[in-house]
């Protein structure tokens, strides 16, 4: 069964970056497709980015510009950097491998002065 941990969640004020890590076990990493979705407070769960095993990545429209995705293989990670944030990206952050619907328990991330 594969796990998945994220890290890197914190309070950061509008207009800073941070930096979320996954990382998995259980699973070979390099098989995972993986991605990172959003849930702010009374609002359904929503896609952020996603890359794909072969390392394609793609972000939605509410990151472009500003989220990048990428992945580690060799330490069973995909990150998420964001930058230049705001205070509607304050929500929960999951993790997932979407090719096999696992999902990681997820990090808050509060922007916020």
């Known amino acids: 069964q594969v796990q998945l941990v994220e890290s890197g969640g914190g309070l950061v004020q509008p207009g800073g970056s941070l930096t979320l890590s996954c990382t998995a076990s259980?699973?070979?990493?390099?098989?995972?497709?993986m991605g990172w979705a959003r849930q702010a407070p009374g609002k359904q769960r929503e896609m952020v980015a996603t890359?794909?095993?072969?390392?394609?990545?793609s972000v939605e429209h509410i990151g472009q510009g500003r989220f990048t995705i990428s992945r580690d293989d060799a330490k069973n990670t995909a990150y998420l950097q964001m930058n230049n944030l705001k205070p509607e990206d304050t929500a929960v952050y999951y993790c997932?491998?979407?090719?096999?619907?696992?999902w990681g328990q997820g990090t808050q991330v509060t922007v916020s002065s």
């Open positions: 890359i794909t095993i072969g390392g394609t990545s």
């Open positions: 997932t491998a979407y090719n096999i619907n696992s």
């Open positions: 259980g699973a070979r990493f390099d098989l995972l497709a």
